[in-house]
């Protein structure tokens, strides 16, 4: 066991004491974030009159119950199996009220009604999941070779957006393909993240979060800056995105050009790191708001240990020790394993021009807790 190891173990007991009392708490619940008083609040619940993608289509509603499908895999704990059920049943809701399911229905069901088939075989969970990728693969334009992103957004024209986020996505058709061994779902993966790797990534590693394509001819129009500090600039999120999701797409194809991607992001964000491992929302933001996001920096961890597993020695060591100092940092000055929120990891935003600085986001705690068994030495494969 090496240090890394040996570290990773003595915090997992911490997130699996606070995950009982939370789980159990919010089991009937798809929370999001945390409120004022450290309470979840609860995107399944009709009763708020959500818009059509910001209730339980909203793209994080998955992520709980992934967090109950990563303890059950270790502990067994039925009550982690159970909670995970409940989520999973809420979610099959989606495809009633559809208009608000996108791209991101693969952060919504691959640690949800994937994770339940790959753990327990159950063949209802197996058909939501198909549904779920033939709903993904559906948005594949073949001019630009890409999945489109979001829905008509009101002042916009989306037709043509394509986001990082969707390298994360994209397991989804990995899966389908494995599964039912029909290549269309692989092909059209591979396919968009050929896309990704030709106009998302730019020449230093940093990436464009939105990249906007003619619907029509697929010609590349613009770039957006997205959820970072402006067109041009390196949202930290979508660093990780990049990162995780093209070593995603290299375990699951073997096809070199995506660990090198992979390698090229990875080395950019090393550059950008410092020994404080304080990951900012942007790389590129100004030094003044400072703003941070915890979030990103667990998904960017996450990212760096996948990595380096298909990397050989100094390399590897590398980019397991950056992740381990981010995730350290995390540990002691972001993470909230008190019963005064329900959360864990704390000081995550979601954009820089934005309200929502210094906030708790599931999705934090999911690879935050990702990370720390990737470290421990799990083997469990959720993307």
């Excluded at 990563?70 to 989520?87: C, H, V």
């Excluded at 070593?247 to 992979?262: I, M």
Aim: charged share 25%; proline share 2%.
């Amino acid at each position: 066991m090496d240090k890394y190891e040996e570290w990773a173990v003595s915090i997992l007991p911490m997130v699996k004491e606070k995950m009982k009392w939370v789980s159990i708490k919010n089991k009937d619940k798809i929370p999001y974030t945390t409120d004022k008083n450290g309470g979840y609040d609860d995107r399944a619940d009709e009763s708020l009159k959500w818009s059509d993608d910001d209730g339980i289509n909203w793209w994080t509603n998955g992520f709980f119950g992934g967090i109950m499908w990563l303890l059950y895999s270790d502990t067994a704990g039925n009550t982690f199996l159970e909670i995970a059920r409940i989520q999973e049943k809420k979610l099959g809701r989606c495809f009633e009220k559809f208009y608000g399911l996108h791209h991101d229905v693969g952060f919504m069901f691959v640690p949800t009604a994937v994770a339940d088939y790959r753990i327990t075989g159950n063949e209802e969970s197996r058909k939501t999941a198909l549904l779920a990728a033939s709903l993904l693969a559906g948005r594949f334009n073949p001019e630009g070779n890409f999945i489109r992103a979001w829905n008509d957004i009101k002042g916009s024209d989306t037709r043509g957006w394509a986001i990082i986020d969707c390298m994360f996505n994209i397991s989804l058709l990995y899966w389908a393909s494995d599964e039912t061994g029909d290549p269309r779902f692989k092909n059209i993966a591979m396919r968009h993240a050929d896309t990704v790797a030709d106009a998302f990534i730019r020449e230093d590693g940093s990436v464009c979060h939105i990249v906007e394509f003619d619907p029509e001819s697929g010609r590349v129009i613009k770039s957006h800056g997205g959820q970072g500090y402006k067109e041009g600039s390196s949202w930290t999120r979508g660093q990780g995105w990049a990162l995780y999701g093209f070593t995603n797409s290299y375990r699951h194809t073997g096809k070199k050009e995506y660990l090198d991607a992979a390698i090229k992001v990875a080395e950019y964000c090393l550059s950008n790191i410092d020994e404080s491992a304080v990951i900012p929302i942007d790389f590129r933001q100004p030094d003044e708001p400072a703003y941070e996001d915890s979030c990103g920096a667990c998904v960017i961890a996450g990212g760096f240990l996948e990595l380096s597993e298909y990397v050989d020695g100094d390399l590897a060591d590398k980019y397991k020790d950056c992740a381990y100092r981010i995730l350290k940092r995390i540990a002691e000055e972001r993470a909230d394993f008190t019963q005064k929120c329900d959360a864990i990891v704390k000081g995550c935003s979601a954009a820089y021009h934005g309200d929502g600085h210094d906030m708790t986001m599931v999705y934090g705690d999911y690879f935050f807790i990702e990370a720390l068994y990737k470290m421990s030495g799990s083997s469990f494969k959720m993307w």
